[in-house]
Nanobody
Framework: QVQLVESGGGLVQAGGSLRLSCVAS????????MGWFRQAPGKEREFVSAISWRGGNTYYADPVKGRFTVSRDNAKNTVYLQMNSLKPEDTAVYYC????????????????????WGQGIQVTVSS
């Protein structure tokens, strides 16, 4: 069983930056592809970004391309989401998730594929 704990959220003004961290425990972190998703009030959970087991493959949703960067440090069992040029529409609860399929090599944008989820962390961007 893998436990995921997010940190780094908060309130920031539009144009500002935040870095989310997600620390994993209880499993072999390097065997998992990791994803970030978000859910705004009244909306469905949506894909934000994902990274393969060694970080060689990364994916981004169109709304965050060029502004967000996903990375991981397998020695620290941690995945990061650097968020720059934040916009009010980025306001949401952000979740990290782990996918054990294919040993972490294949990266998915679909929430249903991910086996483990963090509790989520609030990011609020004020205008």
């Amino acid at each position: 069983q893998v436990q995921l704990v997010e940190s780094g959220g908060g309130l920031v003004q539009a144009g500002g930056s935040l870095r989310l961290s997600c620390v994993a425990s209880g499993g072999t972190f390097s065997n998992y592809a990791m994803g970030w998703f978000r859910q705004a009030p009244g909306k469905e959970r949506e894909f934000v970004s994902a990274i393969s087991w060694r970080g060689g493959n990364t994916y981004y949703a169109d709304p965050v391309k060029g502004r967000f960067t996903v990375s991981r440090d397998n020695a620290k069992n941690t995945v990061y989401l650097q968020m720059n040029s934040l916009k009010p529409e980025d306001t949401a609860v952000y979740y990290c998730a782990a996918d054990s399929g294919y040993g972490g090599v294949v990266v998915s944008t679909k929430a249903a594929v991910y086996d483990y989820w963090g509790q989520g962390i609030q990011v609020t961007v004020s205008s």
